[in-house]
């Protein structure tokens, strides 16, 4: 049986995971899912990436959105806002607020977050294992300019009610530093035949998970083939809003950019999207092996042979 580990942050890397289990049904497929997008909202611990891939691949997710729960409504909310408590420029629906009641009330027992991911995964048989990245307490912070000055603000903030909008100066993962990886993930990857980095955003999403101290090492000390999957197509995020977060960093909004900046010490294979099939030589030239395909998860047919060929690239490493 193949063991595959795959990086993820919210819908992409949710939506790519669909891909997956349909390319390879027989795979042990281990997802350490970011938890730097945690925010804690009228006293309760979201984590949306964990949600949206528990979502999606258990068929609770609003298809059109990406994230929340399909068939939700918005009553507790409406609530709240008439209570004049905010904020308001989140929107938790009724269906979700459960998830993060029960969350909330086990974190609180004692329980870490990694068994209860797990516990929470007992409804929805996501049919992968879901590892939060660490147990401990990582919040994404991006620091921009406000009427006040040069300031930090959390990155749902920075995201959902600004939505990206101003430019970000730096992205901190603040208590990355501190934290280590939770339960089963230093094993997962000692274990698997292959690691995957799915469209996801590279800063705050993959790049939060390989903050946690220790995960760059266990990758590279597996030494396992590691593909990813170009997030930018066509000097453009695919979705989102990845091209101000990159330029935070320093990075370029281009397939062969984000590539060389995770670096032929992580990765050893890179697909881009045929529209950037110029990149591919670029690529290979800072030591990564590279392919153009179709990147586009039109649908799950389509997203099943990104994965297919992600898992081709990987084999054709390993040879």
Same mark, same amino acid.
């Given at each position: 049986?193949?063991?595959?580990? @795959?990086?993820?942050?919210?819908?992409?890397?949710?939506?790519?995971?669909?891909?997956?289990?349909?390319?390879?049904?027989?795979?042990?497929?281990?997802?350490?899912?970011?938890?730097?997008?945690?925010?804690?909202?009228?006293?309760?611990? @979201?984590?949306? =990436?964990?949600?949206?891939?528990?979502?999606?691949?258990?068929?609770?997710?609003?298809?059109?959105?990406?994230?929340?729960?399909?068939?939700?409504?918005?009553?507790?909310?409406?609530?709240?806002?008439?209570?004049?408590?905010?904020?308001?420029?989140?929107?938790?629906?009724?269906?979700?607020?459960?998830?993060?009641?029960?969350?909330?009330?086990?974190?609180?027992?004692?329980?870490?977050?990694?068994?209860?991911?797990?516990?929470?995964?007992?409804?929805?048989?996501?049919? @992968?294992?879901?590892?939060?990245?660490?147990?401990?307490?990582?919040?994404?912070?991006?620091?921009?300019?406000?009427?006040?000055?040069?300031?930090?603000?959390?990155?749902?903030?920075?995201?959902?009610?600004?939505? !990206?909008?101003?430019?970000?100066?730096?992205?901190?993962?603040?208590?990355?530093?501190?934290?280590?990886?939770?339960?089963?993930?230093?094993?997962?990857? !000692?274990?698997?035949?292959?690691?995957?980095?799915?469209?996801?955003?590279?800063?705050?999403?993959?790049?939060?998970?390989? !903050?946690?101290?220790?995960?760059?090492?266990?990758?590279?000390?597996?030494?396992?083939?590691?593909?990813?999957?170009?997030?930018?197509?066509?000097?453009?995020?695919?979705?989102?809003?990845?091209?101000?977060?990159?330029?935070?960093?320093?990075?370029?909004?281009?397939?062969?950019?984000?590539?060389?900046?995770?670096?032929?010490?992580?990765? =050893?294979?890179?697909?881009?999207?045929?529209?950037?099939?110029?990149?591919?030589?670029?690529?290979?030239?800072?030591?990564?092996?590279?392919?153009? @395909?179709?990147?586009?998860?039109?649908?799950? =047919?389509?997203? !099943?042979?990104?994965?297919?060929?992600?898992?081709?690239?990987?084999?054709?490493?390993?040879?």
């Amino acid at each position: 049986m193949q063991r595959i580990v @795959v990086l993820a942050g919210g819908i992409g890397g949710a939506r790519f995971l669909r891909g997956l289990k349909s390319a390879v049904p027989d795979a042990e497929i281990t997802v350490i899912g970011n938890t730097g997008d945690d925010i804690h909202l009228f006293g309760l611990k @979201v984590c949306p =990436d964990l949600d949206t891939v528990m979502y999606t691949l258990g068929g609770g997710i609003h298809e059109e959105q990406g994230w929340g729960r399909a068939d939700e409504t918005f009553a507790v909310k409406e609530e709240l806002a008439a209570y004049g408590v905010g904020p308001e420029w989140f929107g938790l629906g009724d269906r979700d607020f459960a998830t993060h009641i029960v969350r909330t009330q086990m974190l609180g027992a004692g329980y870490p977050l990694s068994a209860v991911t797990e516990a929470l995964c007992q409804r929805w048989n996501p049919g @992968v294992r879901l590892l939060p990245m660490t147990d401990d307490r990582v919040e994404t912070h991006v620091l921009v300019d406000t009427d006040e000055g040069r300031k930090a603000v959390h990155f749902q903030e920075y995201w959902v009610r600004l939505r !990206a909008s101003v430019d970000a100066h730096a992205v901190i993962p603040v208590g990355a530093e501190q934290s280590k990886p939770a339960p089963g993930v230093l094993e997962a990857i !000692a274990a698997a035949d292959v690691v995957l980095f799915p469209p996801s955003n590279p800063v705050v999403s993959v790049g939060t998970i390989l !903050a946690v101290p220790g995960m760059r090492e266990a990758i590279a000390d597996a030494g396992v083939p590691v593909v990813g999957l170009s997030p930018i197509v066509g000097d453009a995020p695919v979705r989102g809003m990845a091209d101000k977060v990159l330029a935070a960093v320093g990075v370029e909004t281009s397939a062969a950019a984000v590539a060389q900046h995770y670096g032929s010490g992580m990765l =050893d294979g890179w697909l881009v999207d045929t529209v950037d099939a110029a990149a591919v030589g670029p690529v290979e030239a800072a030591g990564i092996r590279c392919r153009a @395909v179709p990147l586009m998860m039109t649908d799950l =047919d389509a997203t !099943a042979r990104m994965a297919r060929e992600a898992l081709d690239l990987a084999e054709e490493v390993r040879a």
